[in-house]
Every structure is written in C-alpha cells, then in structure tokens.
C-alpha cells in the first residue's frame, strides 16, 4: 500500500509544476517565448508523471482480480483456441507474440499499460483547464489503480476519455472512428455512442416528463432492458458479473457533485456547453447507478459517465468570483479525496481486487 501512498504523492507534486491556463495545449502545439519555460516544465512533468504511472503498472505482477485469468487468455490466443475477447486485442496479443514470443505475458500487460496511461494523460492534458487539480482526482478518485483490473475495459476507458475533446469540438468523425477503433477491444465502449451525445443535448422543458417516464421504466421493467443488453453481451447474462449489485459511494459522490454544480449554476453551468456536458454525464451516472442495478458489473458503464467529474469540479469552483470561496472549496474538496483515497485502499485490502500489497516481477 506504501508504494501507492508514495507514488501518488509524488505524482501529484510533480502536478503541481503545470501551469493552469484557459485552454489545454496539446503536447505539440507551438507556443510562444513568453510561456515556453513554463509550457516546457509542464511537459517534462507531465511525461516523468506518465513515466512512473506506467512504471508502476507495467512491472505489477499477480496484482488485479483477472491478471492470470489474462495470461490463460495470452496462452489460448497462441494455441489458435477460442477465446471471449475482441479481435483487435487479439490481433494485439499476437504482434506480441510474434516479436517477443509466447511466453512473455508481461510485455503484453507493460504494452497495454503503456497505452493506457498515454490516453489519459493526454486526455487530461488536453481538455483540463486546471491539470494539476483534475490529476488529483484522477488519482483521488481511484481510476489509476482501477486500471490494474480488466485491462481491455481501462484501455478503451482511457480512449474514450481522449476522444471526447473530438466530441467537443464538433469533430464528430474523429470521436467516432476513435470509440469504433476502441470497440475492437472491448465492446462496451459503444455504450458512449450513446450516452455522450445525449449529454450534449439542450434540454427543454416538455423533455423532462419524458425523461420521468423513462427512468421510472428502468425500475419497472428491468428484465426488457436485460433482454435488449444481452443481444449485444450475451456472455454477461447470468455470469459472475451479473450479480444485481450497484454502488452505493458512486451513487453518493454523483448526487454530491450535482448538487454542489447547481449551487453555482448560474456562473459555472448556464450558457457553458462544456461544463453541462460534465454535468449531464453524471447525471446519467446517477441515473445509471440507482436505477439500472440489473446491468451486469455497473462501474464499467458508470465510469464511462462519472470519470468527467475531474473537469466539472475544478471548472465549478474556478467560475466562483469570490477567491476565498474558491481557496476554502479547493482546501475542501482535496481533503474528501484524500479521505476517498485513502478508503479506497482500505476497501482494496479486503475485496476481489487483489489490488493490495502491490507486488512486482523484480522483486517479488
């Protein structure tokens, strides 16, 4: 647990060396004399942040609930058996095989790791306006350790997280062709062909009975919208994942953040397309957690929604006026993730994760 105390510790210091600006530069983008020292001190913090996450996840061994459950997989895609996965992940798997041969499976975790963690840190650094506060909640929040567990699902997790600056920016082929690309390796990214242009839609008022009826159908019927998820998933109905059970911290932490961004509607919601589209998307993580309990392993659709949290409420708290607010709601705010944090390691030492003690193939 003391590597995972350290590391994010460190990686949150390094954080802080990145300036906040109004709109996140790409790792590319040319930039003028004035803010190329302090552009360059971004970047190289940025990158040895990058560095030591993937470090830290590609020399794991044993650590997450499915890690051999992926190495059988690795080892039937080299005997040419069927296996559950995507074929792009298994196209994946194969290249590995054939450059490094079949039985080095730690590569393959150290690539998909490598991936991983690249897509979201460029997510980040792009569409943050305030990094330095948005990777304390990545971190706070869990999402790095998540990843240590179902990798397929991580891996498109983060492509889709890259892809939504497309979305914003209208550039509709290039978030799509991106989740089309992630769905070769897993499929339950194209949930957010859904999901992320609803939360963009304006709503009017004769919407919200709608909305009512529908939500209310989701308690009522549960069993046509199951019948509906596994033409699509058919291999989740009735597994070890479809267990009914919902998350009762991300239905409080949704309902906190709402209720925290309505406070300052007017200033930081009304009129900003951007900041509606985070909020609209934990509603619909709200909805998703205390309504849809029949779907099999509810995070993995409620991250997809719940994950632009570490926008909205830096966004939030920077459109207050009044500094002290801002200062005293910072202080506030990093206090509860650093207490979320901390009770996410202590629910790893007792859970499935096997997340808790971290173990590595150098020492271990």
């Excluded at 990158?47 to 794991?60: D, G, Q």
């Excluded at 459950?69 to 069927?82: A, G, N, T, V």
């Excluded at 409420?313 to 459109?319: C, G, L, R, Y």
Aim: glycine share 4%.
């Amino acid at each position: 647990m003391i590597v995972y105390i350290v590391l994010a510790t460190v990686t949150c210091l390094l954080a802080l060396m990145v300036e906040q600006k109004n709109t996140a530069p790409c790792f590319t983008e040319n930039k003028g004399k004035s803010s190329r020292r302090g552009d360059l001190r971004g970047v190289l913090s940025i990158s040895l942040i990058f560095v030591l996450l993937t470090a830290v996840s590609a020399l794991r061994i044993a650590i997450g609930h499915d890690y051999w459950e992926y190495k059988d997989i690795f080892d039937l895609i080299s005997q040419d058996r069927y296996v559950s996965t995507e074929f792009g992940f298994n196209i994946l798997v194969r290249i590995c095989h054939f450059i490094f041969g079949n039985e080095n499976y730690i590569i393959i975790f150290g690539i998909v790791a490598f991936a991983t963690m690249l897509f979201f840190m460029k997510g980040l650094y792009d569409q943050s306006k305030n990094f330095r506060f948005s990777f304390f909640l990545f971190m706070a929040f869990g999402y790095y350790l998540s990843t240590f567990n179902s990798i397929r699902y991580y891996l498109v997790l983060a492509m889709a997280f890259f892809a939504v600056k497309y979305l914003l920016a209208r550039e509709y082929d290039k978030f799509v062709l991106t989740v089309l690309l992630a769905s070769t390796m897993h499929m339950a990214v194209l949930f957010v062909l859904f999901a992320y242009p609803l939360a963009l839609v304006k709503w009017k008022k004769w919407m919200v009975p709608v909305v009512g009826v529908f939500v209310a159908s989701l308690l009522l019927f549960p069993n046509f919208y199951r019948r509906i998820i596994f033409i699509f998933y058919p291999y989740y109905e009735n597994s070890i994942f479809d267990t009914g059970e919902t998350s009762i911290i991300n239905i409080a932490r949704c309902a906190a953040v709402l209720i925290f961004a309505l406070i300052f509607y007017k200033k930081a919601l009304k009129g900003n397309r951007e900041n509606m589209f985070y909020f609209n998307l934990s509603l619909e993580a709200l909805v998703v957690y205390a309504c849809c309990s029949f779907i099999p392993v509810i995070s993995r659709i409620g991250f997809f929604l719940n994950i632009y949290q570490v926008f909205l409420i830096p966004n939030v708290i920077s459109s207050i006026e009044k500094k002290w607010l801002r200062t005293a709601l910072t202080v506030c705010v990093c206090i509860a993730g650093v207490g979320y944090f901390a009770f996410f390691l202590h629910t790893c030492k007792d859970d499935a994760t096997r997340i808790v003690p971290y173990l590595n193939w150098i020492l271990n």
